[in-house]
């Protein structure tokens, strides 16, 4: 299906404690689109997944009543693993109790007449960051999306790598042996997220005789010197790092795209995350270009938007 421009999505990024949506308008085919008719709302994640999708599809109805020209089709994000075959949720952790099982695209497509394409929220975000954002121009790149939780989504070729069942880029199930004993969301150990995420922060900083804080609070400790946050801190960076450089020779990307709020560390995380990928990447690959995100909030509804488009012209 051919896409006529200018053109306007409605497009929406769910995560378990808000949703947002908004207007993603396109004047040209080359020309940067702008996110308009923003709103958000509360999840209200432990409502249940019914009733998630009841708010989603609520949202949905009143974004496109924003309109003043037609909409073309509906792209979303969403936590969870996603069935990109369906646009169903094939998965989700106890953050998004029920969630599992929802049938999002055929609800919202059903509701509206519109083309719906669903993905995971993370590669969302990274295909709105390669396509518009810090990665722009680039062919091949990782997003790295740590915060609460640790996601990754991978982008070949310009078009965000989605695997068999759109499961490819789950990047915080990465076996890591100095996780283990750390439980994470879904009861698992030894991965990642449980020693780089934010989440893994405070609970390893608590197991290891702290107070129970925030991850945002024991960065700012470990900046003022604390020696135990420091510690906590600077073992998820460099645990990050080192995980960065093994996926990296997995794919040889042209740089790798950090988000999140665990990104907010401060500089000895930083400089923790950047020695530890020296310390396992081979040489030459040790000027690849490691850089923060660019879009913020706007990245996932961006990427929803560009993973509409995709498909309506058949490339997904």
């Not at 062919?139 to 790598?161: D, E, K, P, S």
């Amino acid at each position: 299906m051919s896409v006529e421009h200018p053109c306007t999505i409605a497009a929406f990024d769910v995560g378990g404690t808000k949703m947002a949506g908004a207007l993603v308008r396109y004047s040209a085919a080359d020309a940067a689109p702008t996110v308009d008719a923003l709103r958000s709302v509360p999840t209200e994640a432990q409502r249940g997944g019914s009733a998630v999708l009841d708010t989603l599809a609520s949202l949905v109805a009143d974004v496109v009543a924003d309109a003043e020209d037609d909409v073309v089709g509906i792209g979303v994000g969403t936590a969870g693993l996603v069935d990109v075959r369906t646009g169903g949720i094939a998965f989700a952790n106890e953050l998004m109790p029920g969630w599992t099982g929802q049938p999002v695209a055929e609800r919202l497509s059903a509701s509206l007449g519109l083309p719906v394409a669903v993905l995971n929220d993370v590669k969302a975000h990274a295909l709105g960051e390669a396509r518009w954002g810090a990665a722009r121009g680039a062919q091949t790149c990782f997003v790295i999306a740590a915060g609460t939780g640790l996601g990754g989504g991978i982008v070949a070729n310009g078009r965000v790598l989605l695997g068999a069942h759109g499961f490819a880029g789950e990047l915080g199930r990465t076996p890591c042996p100095d996780a283990l004993g750390t439980p994470r969301a879904c009861g698992t150990a030894s991965e990642l997220e449980s020693i780089a995420a934010g989440s893994g922060i405070e609970a390893r900083y608590v197991a290891a005789g702290g107070e129970r804080l925030a991850g945002d609070e024991i960065a700012r400790r470990a900046a003022d010197g604390e020696e135990l946050a420091r510690r906590i801190i600077l073992e998820a960076g460099a645990v990050l790092g080192e995980a960065i450089a093994t996926w990296t020779d997995l794919l040889d990307p042209e740089l790798v795209v950090l988000s999140g709020s665990v990104c907010n560390a401060g500089k000895a995380w930083r400089a923790a995350l950047q020695e530890g990928f020296e310390r396992q990447a081979p040489s030459v690959m040790h000027g690849l270009p490691i850089v923060d995100a660019a879009l913020g909030s706007r990245a996932p509804l961006i990427g929803a938007a560009e993973y509409l488009l995709d498909t309506l012209k058949g490339r997904s």
